[in-house]
């Protein structure tokens, strides 16, 4: 039987809905529009249609954005004064800088340099040290994004050998530290692998769960699958149409269980999840304030 084909599309209109409706009662009870401001270094096609989309996404859930643009040549000191300009502004309850940055600006420092309150990508270390102790935390997009796609699909990871293919601080670490958190939505036996692992089919035949997250087109091989996996492809290369997943989706596809097209999978999950990251960062500011 061909796999059922997990259509992040509408998981993350459900998300973006509920957003929405969010929202409208935050707003309704007198609290603040939440508001993202989007950094947008440079004039990669890719990223700037990436952060137009998140744009248009914060605009249908009624989230006020606006999107600053800076030169491919800033100067680190100019983008991080930006960033401070960003932190004052009570416009904005959410900072997203599109990564990656051109190489002479050193993207921690800059990711550090948004203040963790308003870190809607969920990717300052105090971020993702609160989320590793199990603490309150803004969860990083794409990890946050696969998890929520297994939920609500009905594959709970709890108990189940996840196997996650890259060890990125954006995907791969988080995921694993996301699965095995004592809590819900976590408790799976987590195996991370990269490019050190000796014999990666021989691991990510074991996997219940599979997350490929390596960037490397078809890496996946329907062999490095065991019958009955449910697989997510967090991969989107760069090269056309036809090899932009990093699994070998149709070969995969006719003995997985369940599956994430790209495009279509996770890519929007990672936005809904942005939208639903900036209500929250909106609702918190509202506590803060009391
Ligand atoms: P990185 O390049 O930062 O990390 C890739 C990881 O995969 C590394 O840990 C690397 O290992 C591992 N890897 C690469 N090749 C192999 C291999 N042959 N065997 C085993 N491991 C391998 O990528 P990201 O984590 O940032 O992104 C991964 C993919 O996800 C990309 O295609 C990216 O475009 C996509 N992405 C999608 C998003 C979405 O919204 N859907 C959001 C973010 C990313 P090592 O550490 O040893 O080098």
């Given at each position: 039987m061909p796999a059922r084909v997990l259509n992040g599309n509408e998981i993350a209109a459900d998300l973006r809905e509920e957003v929405a409706t969010g929202v409208a009662d935050l707003v309704a009870s007198g609290g603040p529009t939440p508001g993202l401001a989007a950094v947008l270094v440079g004039n990669d096609p890719a990223s700037g249609v990436y952060v137009r989309n998140k744009g248009r996404a914060c605009e249908e859930a009624g989230i006020f954005s606006e999107i600053f643009y800076m030169p491919a040549h800033v100067s680190q000191a100019n983008l991080l004064s930006l960033i401070d300009q960003l932190n004052q502004d009570?416009?904005?309850?959410g900072i997203l800088v599109q990564l990656p940055?051109?190489?002479?600006?050193?993207e921690a420092t800059v990711i550090e340099r948004v203040n963790p309150v308003k870190d809607v990508d969920g990717l300052h270390p105090i971020s993702q040290g609160r989320m590793l102790q199990g603490e309150p935390a803004f969860l990083p997009c794409t990890p946050s994004g696969v998890q929520q796609v297994l939920l609500r699909s009905g594959?709970?990871?709890?108990g189940q050998h996840v196997v996650i293919v890259g060890r990125s601080n954006i995907v791969g670490k988080p995921l694993a530290a996301l699965l095995m958190q004592r809590s819900a939505g976590g408790n799976a036996t987590v195996t991370v692998c990269h490019?050190?692992?000796?014999?990666l089919p021989e691991i990510t035949r074991q996997a219940d769960i599979l997350v490929a997250a390596m960037?490397?087109?078809?890496?996946?091989?329907?062999?490095m699958v065991r019958d009955g996996a449910v697989v997510i492809d967090v991969g989107i290369n760069r090269v056309d149409d036809a090899t932009r997943r990093d699994v070998d989706y149709e070969a995969v596809a006719a003995k997985a269980e369940a599956i994430t097209p790209?495009?279509?999978?996770i890519g929007p999950m990672t936005i809904a999840v942005l939208l639903s990251n900036t209500l929250e960062a909106a609702r918190r500011s509202v506590d803060a304030n009391r």
């Amino acid at each position: 039987m061909p796999a059922r084909v997990l259509n992040g599309n509408e998981i993350a209109a459900d998300l973006r809905e509920e957003v929405a409706t969010g929202v409208a009662d935050l707003v309704a009870s007198g609290g603040p529009t939440p508001g993202l401001a989007a950094v947008l270094v440079g004039n990669d096609p890719a990223s700037g249609v990436y952060v137009r989309n998140k744009g248009r996404a914060c605009e249908e859930a009624g989230i006020f954005s606006e999107i600053f643009y800076m030169p491919a040549h800033v100067s680190q000191a100019n983008l991080l004064s930006l960033i401070d300009q960003l932190n004052q502004d009570t416009r904005f309850h959410g900072i997203l800088v599109q990564l990656p940055l051109p190489g002479h600006i050193d993207e921690a420092t800059v990711i550090e340099r948004v203040n963790p309150v308003k870190d809607v990508d969920g990717l300052h270390p105090i971020s993702q040290g609160r989320m590793l102790q199990g603490e309150p935390a803004f969860l990083p997009c794409t990890p946050s994004g696969v998890q929520q796609v297994l939920l609500r699909s009905g594959y709970d990871p709890a108990g189940q050998h996840v196997v996650i293919v890259g060890r990125s601080n954006i995907v791969g670490k988080p995921l694993a530290a996301l699965l095995m958190q004592r809590s819900a939505g976590g408790n799976a036996t987590v195996t991370v692998c990269h490019t050190r692992t000796r014999d990666l089919p021989e691991i990510t035949r074991q996997a219940d769960i599979l997350v490929a997250a390596m960037g490397v087109p078809g890496a996946i091989s329907a062999d490095m699958v065991r019958d009955g996996a449910v697989v997510i492809d967090v991969g989107i290369n760069r090269v056309d149409d036809a090899t932009r997943r990093d699994v070998d989706y149709e070969a995969v596809a006719a003995k997985a269980e369940a599956i994430t097209p790209v495009p279509g999978g996770i890519g929007p999950m990672t936005i809904a999840v942005l939208l639903s990251n900036t209500l929250e960062a909106a609702r918190r500011s509202v506590d803060a304030n009391r």
